[in-house]
């Protein structure tokens, strides 16, 4: 104890610095506090323990009804602090307290929780006529040293911050967290908190609204409360970074943030990057039910790409159904889509904006714009046009080839823009499809070929066959269930005009020579198929092969298994010249192929 009094009397001015080394900071000790009751609140609100080096000085100025200047100061070691508003223990703690007048300032706290390592500093003063603590608090960067996310986290924030742990609950975030933080107090108030850092490592993610676990995770982001106007303050925990894995897919997304206000959460995944994804089972479970349908379509053995944004919505009622809204490119690279016709070797990118409003999903904006495609062994390329999905319920193309015509003249009018088109042997080839993606599919489908190249389809699909010219114009419409060809059925018409099919054979030229017809190397000039599709085969009902020399007409069927059964009858050429009775024996001649 040192110390001095002058002038002794009313007025005297006096000093006493009072020191002690290896004071217990416990319950006798808290009691000879309530002297001073700011200093009393504080020790019994963080529930402090430990030994400590102190010095407490008391400096009363000359004069008279001068109050004392107090200020203290504490090295404390071997100490614990189990802060009420904040239950979480902070153990092997260190470093100095100190009082000066009505400010208190907490310098080089060190302390531990199990693995993590912390450092603190500090003020309580005077805002107004009410107090205020404030603690700088962080982690060192090592994620060796952060911030176990356990029970004993979400307890503590239970008590201080229900918000930043109804985030944690909706996202079940594990893993290891690294901070710089803020937590702010008016004395009588909540604790309030603020992190300019925040890193995870080793985390993992089961968000509530979108089941499909994110494990080995990387991530940093910061936190805050925010008030804005006269709307309710929200929390929100901003992601500017994440990468993480679920088994051999990839997952990336920047700029994102989860948020919760008194009426409930919001969380909306930017820039959002999947790599190797594979639609199975699982992710498929994940999905909203809109987003399920569409994606019930691909092949699950199959790897695609995703990129975009996707955001959930929840209520603070749990009775209010979870919402979602997404903004997605899915690029495919060889993989298969199922929509009624099995597309395969698909490579491209499709897009899809929709909602999800807990009850029914809307695709109001799709498009495709595939590289190319195999559909029915046929190779398509430059395939492009809009899609929609309503429920289970995708139109490919536009929605008036559908619609119920009858009592209206002639077939829709449909603009090329309002159908998905490709190209295919040199010409255009136009698809309109719809399917209701339920457990057994329901589909129908209208194709089109606009000027096909018959000699460019030869080369592709028939490189056997020699002499084939022409221009392809045609049709088909199917309509079936399920994925079995036997459920397949429907009508359709394919013209080639002008043609060039094959070289007359000798005899053919002999007897056109009797008709007196002008001479070609074609047989065939024009050609025209209607068929029907039943039962796994092509019923050919009529065939039309058309020539200057002679004319054949036919029907057969075609079946699923390439069996081919066709029959044939002759016409008399179209450009004869009248020579009595040798038209006739020309046509008793040819009559019967």
């Known amino acids: 104890l040192d110390g001095y009094v002058l002038n002794l009397g009313p007025s005297a001015e006096g000093f006493y610095d009072i020191r002690a080394d290896g004071v217990r900071i416990d319950d006798t000790f808290l009691d000879a506090c309530q002297a001073q009751p700011k200093m009393y609140v504080m020790l019994k609100e963080f529930q402090a323990r430990g030994v400590a080096d102190m010095q407490l000085q008391f400096h009363k100025l000359k004069g008279i009804g001068l109050k004392h200047q107090i200020r203290f100061m504490a090295d404390i070691t071997n100490g614990t602090i189990l802060y009420e508003r904040f239950p979480y223990r ?10 000066d007048q009505n400010r208190w ?12 390592m912390f450092t603190a500093s500090g003020t309580h003063h005077k805002i107004g006529s009410a107090g205020q603590l404030i603690i700088d608090f962080e982690t060192p960067k090592e994620a060796q040293t952060g911030i176990v996310i356990d ?4 307890f503590a924030l239970d008590k201080s911050a229900p918000q930043i742990r109804e985030v944690i609950k909706e996202l079940s975030l594990t893993g290891i967290v690294g901070l710089t933080g803020r937590l702010t107090k008016l004395d009588g108030g909540v604790p ?9 490592s080793d985390g993992a993610v089961l968000m509530e609204p979108f089941p499909y676990p994110i494990r080995g995770i990387r991530a940093s982001g910061h936190y805050r ?20 894995s679920h088994d051999s897919t990839s997952v990336r997304f920047g700029k994102s943030y989860a948020s919760v206000d008194p009426y409930g959460w919001t969380v909306r995944l930017n820039d959002l990057t999947v790599d190797r994804l594979h639609p199975d089972r699982t992710f498929l479970n994940a999905l909203p039910e809109g987003l399920r349908s569409a994606f019930s379509s691909l092949d699950p053995n199959q790897s695609i790409g995703l990129d975009g944004m996707i955001e959930f919505r929840g209520a603070a009622d749990r009775t209010i159904p979870v919402t979602a809204a997404w903004d997605l490119d899915t690029h495919f690279s060889g993989g298969a889509v199922t929509v009624g016709l099995d597309f395969t070797n ?5 897009t899809a904006r929709g909602t999800w409003d807990g009850y029914s999903a809307i695709i109001d904006h799709g498009r495709i714009d595939l590289t190319s495609a195999e559909v029915l062994d046929y190779h398509l390329t430059d395939i492009m046009g809009p899609f929609n999905l309503e429920n289970d319920r995708l139109i490919v193309g536009s929605a008036k080839a559908f619609k119920d015509r009858r009592g209206q003249p002639g077939p829709p009018q449909i603009t090329p823009n309002e159908s998905v088109t490709a190209l295919a042997v040199d010409g255009i080839v136009t698809l309109n499809a719809f399917a209701a993606l339920t457990e057994t599919p329901i589909y129908q489908i209208e194709l089109g070929l606009e000027n096909g190249n018959l000699e460019t389809y030869a080369k592709l699909y028939a490189p056997d066959q020699k002499n084939l010219h022409g221009t392809m114009n045609g049709w088909v419409s199917l309509q079936g ?12 018409q394919l013209q080639i005009s002008p043609a060039a099919l094959y070289e007359l054979p000798v005899l053919a030229q002999v007897f056109g020579v009797l008709a007196f017809a002008p001479m070609q190397s074609t047989a065939f000039d024009y050609a025209l198929v209607d068929f029907n599709i039943r039962n796994r085969v092509f019923d050919l009902g009529g065939i039309y092969l058309d020539g ?13 298994d390439s069996q081919v059964v066709l029959d044939f009858y002759t016409m008399m050429s179209r450009r004869q010249l009248p020579v009595p009775m040798v038209n006739q024996i020309f046509g008793q001649l040819t009559s019967g192929w």
């Open 192 to 200: 309030e908190f603020e992190f300019s850092r925040l890193t995870l």
């Open 151 to 154: 029970d004993a986290l979400l």
């Open 90 to 99: 902070i153990e092997d703690l260190s470093g100095t307290v100190a009082f």
């Open 548 to 560: 200057t020399a002679m004319s054949l007409r036919g029907r057969g069927t075609v079946g699923f």
């Open 105 to 116: 300032f907490i310098n080089n706290i060190r302390g531990t929780h199990g693995q993590a």
């Open 346 to 350: 698909v490579t491209g990118t499709a």
């Open 481 to 492: 269930h399920g994925s079995s060809p036997e459920n397949i059925s429907g009508r359709g």
């Open 225 to 244: 409360r925010i008030t804005e106007g006269n709307a309710p303050p929200h929390d929100r925990l901003t992601i500017d970074s994440l990468a993480g």
